[in-house]
């Protein structure tokens, strides 16, 4: 768990006490003293809570986001995800399975999770924001253009649906920031591009 400020100049890391926070670059590899959460829930209580300077501590926890705090305005925590394998590729027809799988008409939300797998998440029933299962965030839909089978057999839309995902996935084990949102279709490179670049990336 990493706390940046709003300028992105000074950032914090959580020590393994769950009290004590040391400076360090945001998203920098873990060293023997930083925390870490196996449970995603323990890391969502303390995802995108504000904090504050302290003396001794480092920083403390403040209280919870309130209404205009999606300007980032002061000092937040960031859940960063570290990674110690290398990242799977995510699988082109498993995404198209599971946009097939769909039912037309509820707000589905198309995501990657962190070990790489397409996942649908009902926008009626479960939270997105803070939610760590998602590490890649597509846009919400209902119609049928988009979910189910019609949208499935789309091969054009599917093809941009996944290069779109590859490109999110991409920046997400560089940056190790969750929820990154697929990049606009105009700003998405070929697949040939994305495969190579996650094949290389390097693990902790």
Not at 66 to 95: E, N, T
Not at 134 to 159: D, F, L, T
């Amino acid at each position: 768990m990493d706390a940046l400020d709003a300028a992105g100049a000074k950032a914090w890391r959580l020590q393994d006490d769950m009290q004590h926070w040391r400076s360090c670059i945001y998203a920098e590899p873990m060293q023997e003293k930083d925390a870490r959460f196996a449970d995603p829930a323990a890391a969502e209580a303390l995802n995108g809570r504000r904090m504050k300077s302290d003396k001794q501590l480092g920083l403390v926890t403040r209280d919870k986001p309130g209404a205009f705090d999606f300007l980032m305005r002061g000092i937040f925590a960031h859940a960063v995800l570290h990674r110690f394998s290398p990242a799977p590729i995510p699988d082109k027809q498993q995404m198209i399975d599971t946009i097939a799988a769909l039912e037309a008409g509820t707000p589905w939300l198309l995501y990657l999770d962190v070990t790489g797998h397409f996942r649908a998440l009902n926008t009626t029933d479960e939270h997105i924001i803070g939610n760590l299962r998602i590490a890649v965030r597509g846009e919400i839909a209902s119609a049928e253009a988009y979910v189910g089978i019609q949208a499935a057999e789309n091969e054009a839309m599917m093809a941009l649906h996944y290069r779109q995902f590859l490109g999110g996935w991409l920046e997400h084990l560089r940056s190790g920031n969750m929820a990154v949102f697929v990049p606009d279709a105009e700003k998405t490179e070929q697949e040939n591009d994305y495969i190579p670049k996650i094949r290389d990336w390097q693990h902790e």
